[in-house]
């Protein structure tokens, strides 16, 4: 129990699980048709960044990376209420999230 | 103690985010996104980045994905069909997200050496000094930056305010 408790985990780990959301976000952002469920898949692919930077500020006892996560997330919080206004938007013109109907730009 | 966190929650945060991509309608992904961010809150806390984990929980379960949970129940959105486009994104999506995964793990196996393995004892110590850090560090050398990001939310909530509105 005393070696369980005690044990550490490779920085390595944190990283492919980084590795796993991030790609799991982008097989979601390719599969989904949903428009409000493509953009969640983006605020995971940021959050599987941000875990990377955690990961890498704890491996070399630095902030830098912290703070980088920080601006990550006010970043985030910006683009989640412009993003949510366009997806209302284009619901309004539309009456539909399905992405394969919202084709404007396609002649 | 930091194995049986990483254990229990970064599988917490891996099968959340399967969810998400197997859920068909977009409440069940928000839902399980919730889940995926908490938990990622918690390995933060157990990276020794308390102020990133207060703020993850408060910024991210408790601003963004209440706005997303708000808009699916405000558009009324149903469950997703399939289409032609949906099963070409299928043929092209699984196979490049499992290159990217690949690739990613295989190289950090490959570093895993000199990447070394984290130790929650002797950093947790400064657990205070590691949120006075950033807050020094963020109020003298990135006080500009930091400043910039108020102009940001700021044009964002006019853009979301332009965007929303009505058309008269």
Redesign the interface.
């Known amino acids: 129990m005393n070696s369980?408790?005690a044990?550490?985990?490779?920085?390595?780990?944190?990283?492919?699980?980084a590795?796993?959301?991030?790609?799991?976000?982008?097989?979601?952002f390719?599969?989904?048709?949903?428009l409000?469920?493509i953009?969640?898949?983006i605020?995971?692919m940021l959050?599987a960044v941000?875990?990377t930077f955690?990961?890498f500020?704890?491996?070399w006892?630095q902030?830098s990376g912290?703070?980088f996560?920080?601006?990550v997330?006010?970043?985030?919080?910006?683009?989640?209420?412009?993003g949510?206004?366009?997806?209302?938007?284009i619901?309004r013109t539309r009456q539909t999230?399905?992405?394969?109907q919202i084709d404007l730009m396609k002649s | 103690m930091q194995l049986a966190l990483f254990l229990i929650f970064g599988g917490l945060a891996a099968a959340g985010a399967i969810n998400l991509l197997l859920q068909r309608h977009p409440i069940n992904s928000a839902l399980s996104l919730v889940v995926v961010m908490m938990s990622l809150a918690v390995l933060y806390w157990s990276l020794g980045a308390e102020f990133l984990a207060a703020s993850q929980v408060i910024v991210y379960s408790g601003a963004i994905m209440v706005f997303f949970v708000f808009v699916i129940m405000l558009l009324n959105a149903g469950e997703e069909e399939r289409t032609h486009g949906s099963r070409a994104a299928y043929i092209v999506g699984f196979p490049g997200a499992a290159a990217i995964f690949c690739l990613l793990s295989f190289v950090f196996l490959s570093e895993r050496h000199a990447l070394g393995s984290s130790n929650i004892g002797g950093y947790l110590n400064h657990v205070t000094s590691n949120i006075t850090e950033i807050s020094s560090l963020l109020f003298t050398k990135l006080l500009l930056p930091f400043e910039v990001t108020s102009v940001l939310i700021l044009v964002a909530i006019l853009g979301a305010v332009v965007l929303a509105r009505k058309e008269q």
């Not at chain 1, 590795?19 to 979601?28: D, P």
């Not at chain 1, 949510?84 to 938007?89: D, F, P, R, S, V």
């Not at chain 1, 999230?97 to 394969?100: A, E, I, Q, R, S």
């Open positions: 369980l408790a044990a550490q985990v490779p920085v390595a780990a944190y990283l492919i699980l590795a796993m959301l991030f790609s799991v976000g982008v097989a979601a390719l599969i989904k048709r949903n409000i469920t953009f969640m898949s605020e995971l959050n941000n875990l955690v990961a500020a704890h491996m006892h902030v912290q703070i996560v920080f601006f997330m006010v970043v985030a919080a910006a683009e989640a209420a412009v949510l206004a366009i997806i209302i938007a619901f999230l399905n992405v394969d």
